[in-house]
């Protein structure tokens, strides 16, 4: 077919392709492809987009006073991984939530890192997300992180890097599995030859944890998924695991505290809510412990769950252990409290606080990513190698005036994918973000996560915010 | 069985503005067909339409019934008009994606897909012939797809109480709107010279028609028309039709409700329900019956307010 006449040119390490052919997880996909006119993957790729578009999965972008509803990008040509990287992720993801939680448990209790000189209390005391409130409470199960995303890179040697992590309240799944099922529509046939594993138990493995985290030893405890309201930009993720675990979403208007207990507004009166899987940041779950102007929480939450009468998950405060200054030394927390090396390298990191990393990277700022380290989301960065002038001289004067908010990483050439552009296979960078699920029976990590794609040619800035789009993520055997 | 009182609260809202779109898709689409017929009778055109459904004033709507494109898309996509169908079923869309995870996949797939139909940007040149006609016929038969959803995939409890008594309401003031406005054209009389054609405009809006055909003889149309759209129980858009319904959710919503205020609202209900149930059309005449519809309309709004008081106070 024409649009494979010329395979796309890529540098690094791409998924599909090697510089001598088709990699064997992708053959099947391949010769697929290639059997089929450019006309129908087009079509294929329309009838994707107006799937996402009629069940609402889409996002607002307000210009002339108007609100023009846009779909998150999907692209057709799925992201495959093998059983056997799988293996290597999955270890690598357990091992390092094993030390994060650890981390939050010493952190928010003896600090025995930071007396043991493995982390500098100033870095912890320093870090906006470290929250005195919560220092004390004794979570259920010791567990912190119920929820994770931990964003992965494959470099151009092929290596899966951790490039952060996200224990607050990643965002993102309902993606993983509506672009399965998109899948299933459109090349129901690829997906079934590949032998492609299941990602769907996602919503039940996390209904269980849930129902399991509750204080009440009750038969049906009342879990409830906290939204900020329709509004939001994940608003459409927040319904879509509502519906798939059968639990109520409810807006932080329905929700009161009375007597360090909480009670959810119904048609029949107040009923006590026993676990609250919140998609609010801390900062604004209780305007009475943190931000007073916020209207999306819920007045005298923290004091019920101080006392042990809600369960809240993620846990509050877990914002010090996916901190970017503090990512530097999860490869020393996994040895501090597991005694092992870590499994998935991190990505070397600059912390510009120290003053000889600081001077390496000012000197070299043109090959680095400057990031600060208390946001997401892709905001907040600087690609060196694509600045002007004046933005490296304003990250300069930044990172001199607070050097603690921010962090440096060499340039690192994302692994590319194809996907399909303008009707021609083009390569794009990627990531990947699997989702792991951790509750008293241990972790479970849903085979897959979702692929983030960068969608201007060249670009290494995957975040949906920013442009990115995503693909369907296949582990096959 | 309880729910959420906000999402009670969109569920009721959801299907009211639904079923009031539904009407007013009914009533644009006849009106439109009729309109092609050179009104030799007096038959009003389209002021009913825009007295019931929007809240044009009489300048406004002379000057709209003078333009059919321009009254087209008053009704129909004019996002800033409150009462047009692109404004309901946004607002109904709102409601639905505020209680997302309360409705099933296929209503909230239908709403929305109605809603990118009205937002499309060619929506405009939609309504102009030669496409008028055939976008009037695709949205009335998106409403009826909706309604036809709504009753095979929503499960019955509690929810689906919620969202048919929002109907209700809004189908028994609908009714008593449109019906107010051709008889108030006539002064409310009972028994003047009306033939059926001044009157099919009202029962083609009310899907009546075929039906007031079927059980009528004579012409003693404005007292027949009477029975029918306030008091025949067969009629599933009369008054006394919605109530009876409204009072099956009402007792499924209030039976076994431990809320002290439920007493008083059932009791409301019932002296609403009595003043329909026990009037004797025979009996009306052009005084003592704008005087009933007022009330209808007046107890319904009442009935309304206070149930929202009752079971949707969360803020």
């Not at chain 1, 009629?54 to 779909?71: H, L, M, P, S, W």
């Not at chain 1, 699920?437 to 920013?466: D, H, K, M, W």
């Not at chain 2, 002064?187 to 010279?193: A, I, L, N, T």
């Amino acid at each position: 077919m024409a649009y494979l006449d010329s395979l796309p040119s890529f540098s690094g390490w791409d998924e599909m392709f090697t510089y001598e052919g088709v990699r064997e997880r992708y053959t099947r996909v391949f010769d697929m492809l290639r059997g089929l006119p450019v006309e129908v993957l087009n079509q294929k790729d329309r009838q994707a987009a107006d799937f996402f578009m009629n069940q609402g999965i889409t996002f607002t972008v307000y210009a002339d006073n108007k609100g023009i509803e846009r779909i998150f990008p999907f692209d057709i040509i799925p992201r495959i991984i093998t059983g056997i990287e799988w293996q290597h992720i999955s270890d690598g993801i357990k091992q390092r939530l094993k030390a994060l939680n650890l981390f939050l448990n010493d952190i928010y209790g003896e600090q025995n890192i930071i007396k043991d000189g493995i982390i500098p209390a100033k870095l912890i005391a320093t870090c906006p997300h470290f929250l005195k409130e919560v220092v004390g409470i004794k979570v259920p199960h010791n567990i912190y992180i119920h929820i994770s995303g931990i964003d992965l890179i494959r470099g151009a040697d092929g290596v899966f890097y951790v490039l952060e992590d996200n224990l607050r309240t990643p965002s993102g799944v309902s993606y993983m599995l509506e672009n399965r099922e998109v899948t299933k529509r459109i090349f129901p046939e690829m997906l079934a030859n590949n032998k492609v594993r299941m990602v769907n138990s996602y919503p039940l493995e996390l209904n269980n944890i849930l129902a399991a985290l509750s204080p009440r030893e009750v038969e049906q405890p009342n879990v409830v998924l906290l939204t900020p309201g329709t509004y939001n930009s994940a608003y459409y993720e927040h319904t879509f695991l509502a519906r798939q675990m059968g639990i109520a979403l409810v807006e932080g208007r329905d929700l009161v505290v009375d007597n360090h207990k909480v009670y959810m507004k119904t048609t029949l009166g107040l009923q006590q809510v026993d676990v609250v899987y919140r998609r609010i940041d801390d900062e604004y779950i209780d305007p009475l412990v943190f931000n007073p102007k916020s209207v999306l929480g819920v007045p005298g939450i923290m004091s019920a769950y101080r006392k042990g009468n809600v369960a809240l998950v993620n846990a509050v405060g877990n914002g010090v252990a996916d901190d970017k200054a503090v990512y530097a030394f999860v490869p020393d927390m996994i040895k501090y409290y597991l005694n092992e090396d870590p499994i998935l390298p991190n990505v070397p990191t600059f912390r510009m606080e120290d003053e000889d990393q600081r001077e390496h990277v000012l000197a070299n700022l043109e090959t680095m990513v400057v990031k600060e380290t208390n946001q997401s989301g892709g905001y907040g960065m600087i690609m060196g190698n694509k600045a002007t002038e004046e933005q490296l001289e304003l990250a300069r004067t930044s990172i001199l005036e607070n050097p603690r908010n921010y962090i440096a990483q060499p340039i690192i050439q994302l692994s590319t994918v194809p996907c399909l552009i303008d009707g021609k296979l083009s390569s794009r960078h990627v990531d990947l973000r699997p989702y792991a699920l951790c509750g008293p029976n241990g972790i479970e990590i849903v085979p897959g996560g979702l692929t983030r794609v960068a969608l201007s040619e060249g670009s290494l800035v995957v975040n949906s915010s920013q442009g990115g789009g995503s693909k369907d993520t296949w582990v096959i055997d | 069985m309880s729910m959420l009182s906000r999402i009670a609260d969109n569920l009721f809202w959801l299907h009211r503005y639904m079923e009031r779109a539904d009407g007013l898709i009914l009533t644009v689409r006849n009106t439109y067909i009729l309109s092609f017929d050179i009104d030799l009778y007096g038959t009003q055109g389209y002021k009913p339409l825009l007295q019931a459904y929007t809240i044009a004033n009489d300048a406004l709507i002379h000057d709209l019934e003078k333009d059919v494109p321009r009254l087209l898309q008053y009704v129909i996509c004019d996002g800033t008009k409150t009462n047009s169908m692109k404004s309901l079923i946004g607002k109904a869309r709102e409601n639905a994606r505020g209680s997302q995870d309360k409705i099933t996949k296929e209503l909230w797939e239908q709403v929305n897909s109605m809603y990118h139909y009205l937002q499309h940007e060619d929506m405009d040149s939609r309504l102009v012939e030669p496409y008028a006609l055939g976008s009037l016929d695709f949205l009335q038969q998106q409403s009826l797809l909706y309604n036809g959803i709504v009753d095979s995939t929503m499960p019955r409890g509690i929810g689906w109480s919620f969202m048919n008594i929002g109907k209700y309401i809004e189908r028994c003031l609908q009714t008593v709107n449109l019906t107010d406005c051709y008889f108030g054209a006539i002064e409310y009389r009972m028994d003047g010279p009306e033939d059926l054609l001044y009157w099919r405009r009202l029962l083609l809006s009310l899907s009546g028609y075929e039906l007031y055909l079927k059980n009528n003889r004579g012409n003693a149309h404005s007292r027949q028309i009477l029975a029918q759209v306030i008091t025949n129980k067969d009629f599933p858009r009369s008054v006394l039709y919605s109530l009876l319904r409204m009072e099956k959710y009402l007792e499924d919503v209030t039976n076994d409700n431990p809320l002290r205020e439920v007493v008083a609202l059932q009791k409301q209900f019932g002296r609403l329900r009595s003043l329909v149930e026990y009037t004797d059309v025979s009996m009306l005449n052009d005084a003592t019956l704008d005087e009933l519809l007022q009330s209808i309309r007046k107890q319904t709004w009442d009935f309304s307010a206070a149930l929202s008081k009752v079971f949707f106070s969360y803020t």
